[in-house]
């Protein structure tokens, strides 16, 4: 294929959610459908059926919650799908806000008895801002829930979008039986599978074929009869166009965990979804997907896998074709680098790729080069919008339990802050342990459990009273003009850590020449 068959068969795409809306299992259930597993968790071929769902950090898989962003990619139907699983927890949005920025459409994931909850008005404002197209799966059809109209108006009203259900539920809780495929008036009446297996067509059919008929009762038939019936002459049809300029949502319902109206979904978002398209530059212009290769870094891990102990940089890929030993320009460097061992991640499992295009994920080895947000090109200094970075809301203070490894637990503190799973500040005038800082208190227990189970090195965290961080310009205040503590962050920029607004103000009154940040400094 040349380039531009390239580009146009790729899907680039993240799945947003409140905790416990079914995220990581519609995640593993897109994969399970796509072929890229034969059973949920187990990868495809794979000798012993090693896991390879995305949440693949053991605190992941005893908590049962996402905490970092995991990249897949994956065929189906002739289209090279790349998935960004994020939290949902608010404590690691910073994670998913990141990753926001890779993606081309968001999938939205809501619980059918909960409907929008907090953490999804968060994060469709961040996907609003970057306009990106965004898709609705309404899920746990299997419980009870409230019903389809209500949850369509929902939608509109909290979010000035427009849902446009593209498929309809028959029934719910224990009565969810299919669902109506409103492009193709086919019914789907599903069987419930085991745990991990695709889900059966008991039946398919129109509204009057006999074989639906024997399926669903009077009631059941008349009900979604009269639910067709409303579609057609009520709710708006869909419209491509309105939905890629974020005026339409189109609305998918199902059941993750029985597989229920999961392949109906997966088969309407790859005609539905846009290919790569052209990406904003800081100085007004646009990279368009067909220019040379570049690409920008929105993520950096550590430890994916114990065997490698290696740091990994994602990169998503805006324009051109990348090649396995190509150079490109580091711009924030300014040097040119050889980019030998370009990988392609399923969960943590890796394998080296030889040519990739706009819209997939590279997982380039980092060696301490890449930073979130540094930007590789063979089209010379370009700059993209910065990847979002956060001022902390929460601090601690850090005290070791074996105080001889503190060299261990800086090497092993420097490469998880890379991460940005704190941010990391050294009190003026020298410390020897730092402050750290976190959007959430859940982070500091990622930090503990990691740096003990990856770093063997166990730590004890001390909360702080502080409540906020702001980086100066114009150089430190003088002693008695500021309230706070006086601290740099791991690039040597200033800040001050304030336990309160007032501090912050007073200290803005008596220092006028000072510049105060919210967010650091590029």
């Known amino acids: 294929m040349n380039l531009a068959e390239e580009i146009q068969r790729r899907r680039t795409f993240a799945i947003i959610s409140h905790p416990d809306a079914g995220k990581t299992t519609l995640t593993e259930k897109l994969l399970l459908y796509g072929g890229a597993i034969d059973r949920a968790g187990s990868v495809k071929a794979r000798e012993g059926g090693a896991a390879a769902h995305s949440d693949w950090m053991s605190i992941e898989q005893e908590r049962g919650i996402s905490v970092t962003s995991a990249a897949m990619q994956f065929e189906y139907m002739g289209r090279a799908i790349n998935l960004l699983d994020t939290p949902g927890h608010q404590d690691f949005s910073e994670d998913t806000y990141r990753a926001l920025t890779a993606a081309d459409a968001v999938v939205m994931l809501l619980d059918c008895a909960k409907g929008v909850e907090e953490q999804t008005k968060k994060l469709f404002r961040v996907a609003r801002e970057r306009r990106l197209p965004i898709f609705t799966f309404v899920n746990k059809l299997d419980r009870p829930g409230r019903e389809p109209v209500e949850l369509i108006d929902e939608v509109e009203e909290l979010f000035g979008l427009h849902a446009v259900p593209m498929t309809w539920p028959i029934g719910s809780g224990t009565d969810f039986k299919g669902v109506y495929v409103r492009a193709t008036g086919q019914i789907q009446v599903f069987e419930r599978a085991k745990a991990g297996r695709k889900a059966r067509v008991a039946g398919q059919g129109g509204l009057d074929d006999p074989e639906i008929a024997a399926l669903l009762t009077p009631a059941e038939l008349q009900q979604l009869k009269d639910d067709v019936d409303l579609m057609d002459h009520v709710l708006p049809a869909f419209d491509r166009e309105a939905f890629l300029r974020g005026e339409q949502s189109p609305m998918f319902f199902g059941s993750a965990v029985n597989n229920f109206g999961v392949a109906e979904f997966l ?99 980092n060696p301490g080069l890449f930073r979130i947000g540094d930007v590789l090109s063979a089209a010379g200094a370009v700059e993209f919008h910065a990847v979002p970075r956060f001022s902390p809301e929460q601090f601690a203070s850090v005290r070791l339990a074996d105080p001889g490894a503190r060299k261990g637990f800086l090497k092993g503190l420097g490469q998880i802050a890379e991460e940005g799973v704190v941010q990391v500040f050294w009190p003026k005038g020298g410390a ?58 791991v690039e040597g920029n200033p800040a001050i850590l304030f336990e309160n607004d007032w501090q912050r103000r007073t200290t803005a009154e008596k220092c006028p020449g000072l510049t105060f940040l919210e967010h650091p400094p590029k």
């Not at 430890?303 to 711009?331: P, Q, T, Y």
């Open 267 to 365: 088969e309407e978002f790859l005609d539905l979804a846009p290919a790569p398209g052209a990406r904003p530059l800081m100085n007004g212009g646009v990279v368009e997907p067909e220019q040379p290769f570049t690409a920008f870094v929105f993520k950096v891990q550590a430890n994916m896998n114990k065997a490698h102990r290696d740091r990994v940089a994602f990169a998503r890929i805006v324009s051109g074709k990348f090649d396995r030993g190509m150079d490109a320009l580091h711009v924030r460097e300014k040097k040119s680098i050889k980019l030998n061992y370009p990988h392609m991640f399923f969960g943590r499992e890796r394998q080296i790729v030889d040519e990739a295009y706009p819209g997939d994920i590279l997982g380039l080895i």
């Open 432 to 489: 020897p342990l730092p402050i750290l800082g976190a959007i959430g208190r859940l982070q500091f227990e990622v930090l503990q459990h990691r740096l003990k189970d990856e770093y063997a090195c166990p730590v004890l965290l001390e909360p702080r009273g502080f409540q906020m961080a702001r980086w100066l310009e114009g150089g430190w205040p003088e002693p008695s003009r500021f309230w706070g503590e006086l601290v740099e962050d």
